[in-house]
């Protein structure tokens, strides 16, 4: 059963709009949520995250919502840009505010057309 | 600063040979984990360490062996390698009780044939 699910394996955007990513969980135990940028044959690199005594979180062009009656988290990036193209991982742990051992969704590809 | 560093970055071994990845990162950090990610997949957890000398499995750990003498080396052994282990291989470190996000290594892609 998986616990973090990112439902859109891929986005296309256009480079100025906004890009709207999803994940969804089912553990309600989870405690802090994180999003991760990766791009191909690196590692991933922390982008921007969220405590679960939270409903929102900004960070420049990036901003986090967090919906726990909904078990949903969405990352917003605006306004996109052709270098935002990357694979974005949704993560969820059980511990506050610490990422040491955490549940991935499987990622979203997403793609800013210049 | 390095950061986390994973050698070797790719290897090819044939079924039942063994060997080991190697993980070290140099910020300090208490909580040090491996994760594999198969194509078109997340990162899964195989093993964790919460400081030098404790690990613990993660939600693959079968076919993985660790330890943790020192805070900065975090190696992964693969005792008997199998085609299913085929992979890439990231190692990350965070700081633990003092939280906040995963830093991750360059990650090792491994063939087993």
């Known amino acids: 059963d998986q616990q973090v699910k990112q439902n859109s394996p891929s986005l296309s955007v256009q480079e100025g709009r906004i890009s709207i990513l999803n994940c969804d969980y089912t553990?309600?135990?989870?405690?802090?949520f994180l999003w991760y940028k990766k791009y191909p044959a690196e590692g991933p690199t922390f982008l921007i995250s969220?405590?679960?005594?939270?409903d929102k979180n900004e960070d420049g062009r990036f901003t986090v919502f967090l919906n726990k009656s909904a078990k949903h988290l969405s990352l917003h990036i605006v306004p996109s840009q052709p270098g935002d193209s990357a694979v974005y991982f949704c993560a969820a742990s059980l511990l506050p505010y610490n990422a040491g051992k955490s549940t991935f969704g499987d990622g979203t590809t997403l793609t800013v057309k210049p | 600063n390095a950061g986390v560093t994973q050698t070797p970055k790719f290897q090819v071994l044939k079924t039942g040979q063994s060997m080991t990845l190697q993980c070290a990162q140099d910020?300090?950090?208490?909580?040090m984990s491996w994760y594999r990610q198969d194509p078109g997949m997340g990162l899964r957890l195989i093993h964790y360490s919460v400081g030098a000398g404790i690990t613990d499995q993660g939600e693959v750990p079968n076919g993985y062996n660790v330890s943790r003498s020192t805070t900065e080396d975090f190696p992964l052994r693969l005792l008997s390698a199998a085609p299913s282990q085929t992979s890439v291989y990231f190692c990350?470190?965070?700081?633990?009780?003092?939280?906040?996000?995963?830093?991750f290594g360059p990650g090792t892609r491994l063939t087993v044939l």
């Open positions: 990350a470190s965070s700081r633990g009780q003092a939280g906040g996000e995963q830093f």
């Open positions: 553990n309600s135990m989870f405690d802090y």
């Open positions: 910020m300090n950090h208490e909580y």
């Open positions: 969220i405590s679960s005594i939270k």
